[in-house]
């Protein structure tokens, strides 16, 4: 039983900048609305 332990590790990393990218693209939109609506 030879685990592929890089491929899941490649994968994971992959998940992990994709929802890293995500985050930072949902702050960029949400940021300026949040600030917006709150000096307004």
């Known amino acids: 039983?030879?685990?592929?332990?890089d491929g899941v590790k490649t994968r994971r990393m992959r998940m992990l900048k994709l929802g890293i990218s995500l985050f930072i693209f949902a702050m960029t939109l949400v940021g300026p609305t949040m600030f917006l609506l709150h000096f307004r």
Do not use: L
């Not at 039983?1 to 332990?5: S, T």
């Open 1 to 5: 039983m030879d685990y592929d332990w």
